[in-house]
T-cell receptor
């Protein structure tokens, strides 16, 4: 069972920031928040992950609330190619940890 | 960056035959790989965990005799769908776990479309 809750769909105007929320109220202290996205008919693409501090890379920023019960993925300048299903996943990032389990995700549509 | 490759990307097979899908980690060794199945407009569902040199671990409800997994080397896992039926038609995706200094990251392949006719 997925441990996260995401809105099923969102729209965003091209060039604007896309803010994708995720609730993970039962997250454990050693669980990270991971974000992946899946463009139609492709395998999931890793975006970013974090534990408690905000993270930024070339693709996106991840904002995690202080209580770690929710987070927001920010795509600062969305393009049409960012249209995809975005998955928020919590998992333990230890050596012996195993799988990545997916929920329903958020279908983001970037419109011109 | 890390790359995981699947082959074939698309395959059509006749009902009753078997088909093999390969998953390779191209620039790192993966002791653990994972196989998922995705039906149209649905999320990815984990089928099994493939462990190098040992038997795969299957999720509840996945038939191990139908979906044969072999992880014979640190860079290759194969999924064989035996006696395929039209309801096995789906998008099959593998992923590989890359161990790093601060934990591990999982990278996904491009996926393989299986159509059973």
């Amino acid at each position: 069972d997925a441990k996260t809750t995401q809105p099923p769909s969102m729209d965003c105007a091209e060039g604007r920031a896309a803010n994708l929320p995720c609730n993970h109220s039962t997250i454990s202290g050693n669980e990270y928040v991971y974000w992946y996205r899946q463009i139609h008919s492709q395998g999931p693409q890793y975006i970013i992950h974090g534990l408690k501090n905000n993270e930024t890379n070339e693709m996106a920023s991840l904002i995690i609330t202080e209580d770690r019960k929710s987070s927001t993925l920010i795509l600062p300048h969305a393009t049409l190619r960012d249209t995809a299903v975005y998955y928020c996943i919590v998992r333990v990032a230890e050596y012996n940890n195993n799988d990545m389990r997916f929920g329903a995700g958020t279908r983001l549509t970037v419109k011109p | 960056g890390a790359v995981v490759s699947q082959h074939p990307s698309r395959v059509i097979c006749k009902s009753g035959t078997s088909v093999k899908i390969e998953c390779r980690s191209l620039d790192f060794q993966a002791t653990t790989m994972f196989w998922y199945r995705q039906f149209p407009k649905q999320s990815l569902m984990l089928m099994a965990t493939s462990n190098e040199g040992s038997k795969a671990t299957y999720e509840q409800g996945v038939e191990k005799d139908k979906f044969l997994i072999n992880h014979a080397s640190l860079t290759l896992s194969t999924l064989t769908v035996t006696s395929a039926h039209p309801e096995d038609s789906s998008f099959y995706i593998c992923s590989a776990r890359r161990q790093g200094e601060y934990g591990n990251t999982i990278y996904f392949g491009e996926g393989s479309w299986l159509t059973v006719v």
